[in-house]
């Protein structure tokens, strides 16, 4: 569990049995403290935490060694970078608790967020059919149906012209059960990370898979990367490009290459 160190003013304790904490992390050490320092700040105690590290150099794993013997989590590591999907595999692999609380290391929750993680538990104990609940993105998911609590329900359109509905599930901070894997598969190993996180998205979204989504979805969480510790996801020029030609003949592409996935891959 987190444990917090001393200070002037103690913060309101919030247990959550049942959830373990899944960090991944790959050389961004500092931002892994301070992922923990924020929540043990928020007075956030987890029945597990588990730290996944993915072969990260060396003066990361000095750190790493100090804050597991300061915060006391299971700490999984590999001798070799092996990517985002070996490296998620494995840290969930060591969850045993109903739900997982999926972060990556360079996000930092907000105080808001402690109390919509209990209300999302509550949501998921009360209809079995949630599979996630996803606290952050980048923009609105499209098509969404009011819920409770500023969440809503999340809907796939199969010929929306929205394409990015295709992002029900994602990588971002999320509320998942323990039997996510089960129902959805292993994420794909040895491929980038963001086609790692699209493969499970078809995946999700081929079995059916349902979801809350939390409208306000920047009130909860931050992302943050610096020169000191840069993202390390790297994407394709086009895929990030504001040409007004590129982006129409993107889009129409990952429109019609998202339907057929969906449809008929296999």
Not at 12 to 36: M, P
Not at 152 to 175: N, T
Request: charged letters at 20%.
């Amino acid at each position: 569990m987190i444990t917090n160190e001393r200070s002037v003013s103690t913060p309101v304790s919030h247990t959550f049995s049942g959830v373990t904490l899944l960090i991944t992390h790959y050389n961004r050490s500092q931002s892994l403290q301070r992922l923990l320092t924020t929540f043990a700040g928020l007075g956030c105690h987890f029945e597990a935490i588990v730290v996944s590290d993915d072969g990260s150099r060396a003066e990361h794993q000095a750190l790493l060694a100090e804050l597991q013997h300061q915060y006391g989590y299971q700490l999984i590591t590999t001798p070799q970078n092996r990517g985002l999907g070996h490296n998620l595999n494995k840290g969930q692999d060591a969850v045993q608790t109903r739900y997982t609380l999926y972060v990556q290391e360079d996000f930092v929750p907000k105080p808001l967020f402690v109390q919509r993680l209990h209300e999302s538990l509550a949501l998921m104990e009360q209809n079995p059919s949630l599979d996630i609940v996803r606290y952050y993105a980048y923009r609105l998911y499209p098509y969404r149906k009011p819920y409770a609590d500023g969440f809503s329900e999340m809907q796939f359109r199969p010929w929306g012209l929205k394409y990015f509905k295709v992002h029900y599930y994602s990588d971002h901070p999320h509320l998942r059960r323990q039997s996510f894997q089960q129902k959805f598969g292993r994420y794909a190993e040895g491929l980038a990370g963001d086609k790692t996180e699209y493969q499970m998205s078809i995946s999700f979204l081929r079995r059916k898979g349902k979801g809350l989504f939390y409208d306000d979805f920047k009130a909860l969480f931050e992302q943050k990367n610096d020169a000191v510790e840069p993202s390390t996801m790297q994407r394709a020029v086009l895929a990030q490009s504001d040409n007004p030609f590129i982006t129409v003949i993107r889009d129409v592409y990952r429109q019609i290459k998202f339907n057929y996935d969906i449809q008929f891959r296999r």
